[in-house]
């Protein structure tokens, strides 16, 4: 279901109503919620010599202690002492929010992007000695009208990425980097939807989470991975939930044993909501921050953040003074809500550990919207290698074939053709044939083609409609067999049916199948393929697991599971596509789609199978080339392919064509990026197999 930006705020209100979640704050006393407690004021700065303090954070320095504490005012940016003394401060512009961005830069902890609401650009600074020292104007450009901003190194791919708040409630997410020369570079990855202006935003790393702040309405999650779903989730709202009215600042803060704690501003009541992350985000109760000897109390606290053991808080009010921001100690108020009570993260996620690979390039999208692109397979030229073609299905309508520079070289609008495979020297008669055969959903058939070695060019040779008698034909592969030298196809189809059929001469030297097998998965099976040298079919049942079945005739239903999501956490549902990368002998891996994770896992071509890592495909950002996501089928070759694949290649369908947003299409991997991230040979079968 995608989110609808006009239906926003309405169906807050009327989700709001019914939500667990929308006890309201204003009766806390009789509804059983905690009551609002008081924590003193640690520290403030002195202050501001602007009327207006926007924003603060803490720059850390040594064992993370805070070193410095920065404020975003009116008109620039001042910087405090670790005692809230002011040491400096950069004027210009109108900068309203500002973060960290780590991994930039040559300083620790990294580069500060201010936003300058006064053009909506981002700025980048070095901090040097106390002072701010700006080190690149419009870091990033956007075209909108910028309210807010924040930062994120994200733990799925590496990256680093900066939210920026529209204030037509549209949540831009850039791709922030280093080009070789140091320049920061920029790229607008995807656009977010709020239904009013969002003010703040947070991120959590450890999450993948960005977390907004609507003003008139409350706070809401996205998914901060760039190849997710853009739908938000409601975490509480004003009026039904636990803000009486406008919606402030937010920070977060994760304590050594794995709780995690959302702070969120009531602007009004001059409170700060806690909720319990690990939790489902419950809520925990309201705090005050009450004055303490020379330090006033805080009164209309908009901006917050949480760092090196303070929270901070911009103060609009303080007292007959200017504003101010005032630092109140986290041990403080964790004793006050007892935060070893909350719920602690289960540990950490197996993905954080996978290998990043970057695509060298991908192909031209298909013709049709939606879920189209599926499945590819690499047909290796002759003579040529670099010659060579990525065939790739549209199962919205037909077949292509791509050049290695990712244009199209054919396509052949058949039908709903759904997965696609490719034999070589196969016996039709007198004839040694390329043969690739297809799913085709349109007549429920097995397409057949026989590829001209010199054109690269496929044409029909299938002997009339080859009927698969299924009623949704799905995934297929082939297999040539060792023991008898025929070829054969296996097809699948949703329930779990998988059938297989001969290769034979049929009229006029044209091939037709027979049926020889069949034998029922269970459920859902789409991905399959077939090793040649060890009469081995793999079959991945989608919600379930990875089965080796014998891939001869004679083999019956007799089966071995290789993996599951539950014997190794590294999977998740979906499990799609699946192929073999050859090495000499046995030796080589299989690579298996875990949809579910946006991610691909790599086995032992031998048995037992020894799992040997994952890896995901991100975004080159430089190439102009996003990440793959949501994988149906891929593909892998150990052929050298010329100069650009000189150890193969790894081909994936993207799911998600973000960057620019584009219709599905397939990304292209050089093998020896990812042997050399999870240390794994790098053979050149210089003859082409499946």
Not at 219 to 236: G, M, R, S
Not at 289 to 295: P, R, V
Request: hydrophobic share 35%; glycine share 8%.
């Amino acid at each position: 279901m995608k989110f609808n930006r006009y239906l926003a705020t309405a169906a807050v209100i009327a989700l709001a109503a019914c939500s667990p979640k929308a006890e309201s704050a204003k009766d806390s006393d009789t509804s059983g919620l905690p009551a609002i407690k008081t924590v003193a004021v640690t520290l403030e700065t002195v202050p501001s010599t602007s009327d207006s303090a926007a924003a603060a954070l803490i720059w850390p320095g040594t064992d993370n202690a805070p070193e410095y504490i920065l404020g975003a005012v009116e008109d620039g940016i001042e910087v405090y002492d670790a005692n809230g003394q002011l040491l400096s401060k950069t004027s210009g512009g109108e900068i309203e929010s500002f973060d960290i961005v780590p991994g930039l830069g040559s300083s620790s902890p990294g580069l500060l992007l201010a936003l300058d609401t006064s053009d909506s650009s981002l700025n980048a600074y070095e901090l040097v000695n106390g002072t701010l020292q700006q080190k690149q104007a419009g870091a990033i450009k956007s075209a909108q009208l910028l309210e807010g901003m924040c930062a994120l190194k994200s733990p799925l791919d590496g990256e680093t990425y900066a939210f920026l708040l529209a204030s037509n409630g549209q949540v831009e997410q850039w791709n922030i980097y280093s080009a070789d020369n140091g320049e920061i570079k920029s790229k607008l990855i995807r656009s977010l939807q709020l239904g009013t202006e969002p003010k703040f935003c947070v991120t959590d790393s450890h999450r993948n989470t960005v977390y907004v702040t609507e003003e008139a309405v409350g706070v809401w999650q996205f998914d901060a991975d760039v190849e997710a779903e853009t739908v938000p989730e409601l975490i509480d709202v004003k009026k039904f939930g636990h803000f009486n009215g406008e919606v402030g600042g937010l920070a977060l803060h994760h304590t050594a044993s794995g709780q995690a704690v959302l702070f969120a501003s009531d602007v009004e009541t001059s409170q700060v909501n806690l909720y319990d992350v690990e939790d489902d985000h419950r809520y925990v109760g309201s705090a005050k921050f009450t004055a303490s000897g020379l330090y006033d109390a805080v009164d209309n606290a908009g901006s917050l953040f949480a760092g090196s053991g303070y929270l901070v808080l911009a103060d609009e009010d303080n007292g007959d003074d200017a504003t101010n921001f005032k630092l109140v100690k986290i041990d403080e108020i964790a004793k006050t809500y007892a935060f070893d009570t909350f719920t602690a993260s289960d540990g950490a996620d197996a993905s954080s550990s996978f290998a990043l690979v970057k695509p060298t390039l991908e192909t031209a999208p298909v013709a049709d919207g939606g879920d189209a692109a599926d499945d590819p397979a690499i047909w290796v030229h002759p003579t040529d290698p670099a010659e060579s073609l990525i065939l790739g299905t549209n199962k919205q309508g037909g077949l292509y074939s791509y050049k290695l520079d990712g244009t199209v070289h054919q396509y052949l609008p058949d039908g709903r053709v759904n997965n696609v495979d490719i034999r070589y020297g196969v016996t039709i008669g007198d004839q040694k044939l390329t043969i690739v055969t297809a799913s085709n959903r349109t007549d429920e058939s097995i397409s057949i083609y026989v590829m001209d070695e010199d054109s690269g060019m496929l044409s029909d040779i299938a002997d009339g409609v080859q009927k698969t008698d299924m009623h949704d034909p799905y995934g297929l592969c082939m297999y040539q067999s060792a023991n008898d030298n025929n070829t054969y196809v296996f097809m699948n189809e949703k329930d779990g049916l998988v059938r297989q059929w001969r290769l034979e001469e049929g009229t006029n030297g044209r091939v037709k199948t027979t049926a020889v097998r069949e034998f029922a998965v269970g459920s859902t099976a789409e991905g399959c393929t077939a090793d040649d040298d060890t009469g081995s079919l793999f079959v991945a049942e989608e919600d379930v697991a990875l089965w080796k079945y014998g891939a001869e005739p004679d083999s019956g239903a007799t089966r071995t599971k290789i993996t599951d999501p539950t014997m190794n956490p590294a999977l998740k549902d979906d499990l799609e596509g699946v192929s073999i990368y050859y090495g000499e002998g046995e030796n080589g891996y299989i690579v298996l789609s875990s949809q579910g994770n946006n991610s691909y896992a790599l086995f032992d071509r031998q048995a037992p199978h020894t799992y040997r890592g994952s890896f995901r495909v991100i975004a080159n950002s430089e190439a102009g080339i996003d990440g793959s996501s949501e994988t149906d089928g891929l593909d892998i070759i150990s052929t050298p392919l010329g100069p650009r694949f000189p150890y193969g290649v790894f081909v994936a369908q993207d799911g998600r064509n973000i960057a620019p947003a584009e219709r599905q299409n397939f990304k292209l991997v050089p093998w020896e990026r990812i042997a050399d991230k999870l240390s794994l040979d790098k053979h050149t079968e210089r003859t082409p197999r499946k």
